[in-house]
């Protein structure tokens, strides 16, 4: 019998799956972080976390509380400045996956960390900012993005562009120069989208198992496109859910 489980965690089973064993994986604090280090200690022990704050190869024993934990660097390979992380290992392209959040997506992966309502001077909320998404963004050679899937989340025209995804269409990102190839997955609660290959309009492609088309849709703020037969994904092993759990518990 499947062990029960939530759809959060689901998500998160289902975002640390994404994440291959031996990569660089540039990680943003929160669901990012909880997946990757869920992977790190499941199917891909030779994930290679690095932080914002400049800790390469990082192996926290819980999940950390913000860039600057000092966790991060107490089990880190190396420890080095901000700037080296982001001239010598972000920017030129040496990191394989960006791992990001956000408070808004678009159709097209586009992401809003910026403000919610209003303009940039008086919105209705100023959320924490960009920090070093944007150049995650652009840079790494690909990203995941992992949120939970809602029409406040999900919407048709972001309040803000904080991180360039494709912006309004295939061929924006090699307009703009950005490095990266961009957004392959946004893993949700409900199922995980994909980039059309044809126009980059991010598309339904598998459902989280007792999720439906019709749920998915009723949580986007645009028409969404569906695959013709979307796969289900396998629901959380026991170990998974074990992990995941004790992982959660640690936190301080």
């Not at 994986?25 to 932080?51: K, Q």
């Not at 090699?174 to 957004?183: F, T, W």
């Not at 339904?204 to 703020?221: C, W, Y």
Request: with cysteine; hydrophobic share 40%; net charge negative.
């Amino acid at each position: 019998m499947t062990a029960e489980y939530t759809a959060d965690e689901m998500m998160t089973v289902g975002a640390a799956r994404s994440l291959r064993d031996g990569a660089a994986c540039f990680v943003g604090i929160g669901l990012p972080s909880t997946a990757a280090n869920l992977a790190r200690r499941t199917h891909a022990p030779d994930l290679v976390l690095i932080y914002e704050s400049g800790t390469l190869g990082a192996k926290p024993d819980r999940l950390p509380l913000s860039i600057g934990d000092g966790v991060l660097a107490d089990t880190a390979d190396s420890v080095i400045s901000v700037p080296e992380i982001f001239n010598y290992w972000l920017q030129p392209g040496r990191i394989d996956i960006g791992f990001l959040g956000g408070a808004q997506v678009d159709r097209f992966g586009n992401i809003n960390t910026t403000v919610i309502g209003g303009d940039y001077a008086n919105p209705k909320v100023r959320l924490p900012g960009a920090g070093g998404a944007p150049e995650i963004a652009a840079s790494c050679r690909e990203v995941l993005i992992v949120m939970r899937m809602s029409p406040r989340s999900f919407v048709d025209r972001l309040d803000f562009v904080t991180s360039v995804g494709y912006g309004t269409g295939k061929g924006d990102r090699e307009a703009l120069g950005l490095r990266g190839r961009g957004p392959v997955k946004v893993i949700t609660d409900l199922g995980v989208l994909e980039p059309d290959p044809d126009t980059c309009e991010l598309t339904l492609t598998q459902l989280s198992p007792g999720a439906t088309v019709e749920q998915a849709r009723a949580a986007v703020g645009w028409p969404l496109k569906v695959a013709d037969s979307p796969t289900e994904l396998a629901p959380p092993t026991e170990t998974e859910l074990a992990v995941l759990r004790e992982l959660k518990a640690t936190v301080a």
